[in-house]
């Protein structure tokens, strides 16, 4: 017993690889670990869309947030009105 106190409690610097350990990871550890990697994921995306996008518009044309799209029913009733 005192063996394993003196392992545990010890700040040797060893990791727990070396000294034949093993951790069983618990499911919340495992999804905490796939949501990070999915934001690490997403945000890598949406930062080399942003970087193509700026790259690939020429000056002066309109940003997507300022161009309104018709519903269905809108362009319906513009083609009864012509």
Known sequence: MKEK????GGSSGVSSALTGEIHVKTLKEILLERASQKRE???TKLNTE??????ESPIGTKSSSSVRIKTFSEVLAEKKHQ
């Open 5 to 8: 106190s003196k392992k545990q």
């Open 41 to 43: 994921d997403l945000q």
């Open 50 to 55: 942003e970087h193509s996008r700026t790259d």
